[in-house]
């Protein structure tokens, strides 16, 4: 099993750009997050899906879209980057509500200038 | 609000014992986590604790208590291979879980 793949694995953009993080899963998992991690803090939840068809916004989702037509794949969308949108994101998975397990993609570096 | 909290950062030396702790205030209790992330790569699951006490796992035990709101994350033997950091995660009666800054710990020989 490949797990959690998530692609790229670094990205330069410039504001005003679009582009989407790729991330599927090879494990059946219903859920599904994203994540974004900047220097010195905790992860923050961008947007979260409980099955194909079902997504939800976290804590910061502005600047931000989903998508989850197939169970395994749930690409991030970022609209006309700006710098705050500089970091690390994380794709992750997890097979139940209780998320006794939640298994990580390798992450984004993502560098808007 | 809700809020983890856990030291910034730890130094330990190896083959000791190190005990990284993390209090939280949160909107309900669905468990709490401890993750290792090592410099530039992804979390990695260490442990779960729902219920008081502690949970032994090699040389990786965790501890909770849910009146004082707080855990610990004990690790024995410290090899070198353990400089990380450790990240504290609670879920909330959301389902959602809240992170913790994370813990960096440095292993001196």
């Known amino acids: 099993n490949a797990g959690v793949t998530q692609t790229p694995k670094f990205r330069i953009l410039k504001i005003g750009q679009s582009m989407t993080l790729q991330c599927a899963q090879d494990?059946?998992?219903?859920?599904m997050y994203w994540y974004r991690q900047d220097p010195g803090m905790g992860l923050k939840l961008i947007y979260y899906?409980?099955?194909?068809?079902?997504?939800d916004k976290g804590e910061v989702p502005n600047g931000y879209n989903v998508s989850r037509s197939t169970t395994e794949d749930f690409p991030l969308r970022l609209e006309l980057a700006a710098p705050s949108q500089t970091s690390v994101y994380f794709c992750?998975?997890?097979?139940?509500?209780?998320?006794?397990?939640?298994?990580f993609g390798q992450g984004t570096r993502l560098t808007v200038v | 609000g809700q809020n983890i909290d856990q030291p910034t950062e730890m130094t330990a030396t190896e083959g000791a014992i190190v005990q990284i702790n993390c209090t939280y205030q949160?909107?309900?209790?669905?468990?709490l986590f401890w993750y290792q992330q090592h410099a530039g790569e992804a979390p990695t699951f260490l442990s779960y604790?729902?219920l008081d006490g502690l949970e032994e796992k090699g040389r990786f035990s965790s501890f909770l208590s849910r009146s004082k709101g707080y855990s610990y994350l004990l690790l024995k033997e410290l090899q070198m291979k353990d400089s990380a950091s450790y990240l504290c995660?609670?879920?909330?009666?959301?389902?959602?879980?809240?992170w913790g800054a994370g813990t960096k710990l440095i292993i001196k020989p």
């Open positions: 899906s409980v099955g194909a068809g079902i997504t």
């Open positions: 992750a998975s997890g097979s139940s509500e209780l998320n006794t397990e939640a298994f």
């Open positions: 949160t909107s309900g209790f669905n468990g």
């Open positions: 604790n729902v």
């Open positions: 995660a609670v879920m909330d009666s959301n389902y959602q879980l809240i």
């Open positions: 494990m059946n998992h219903n859920y």
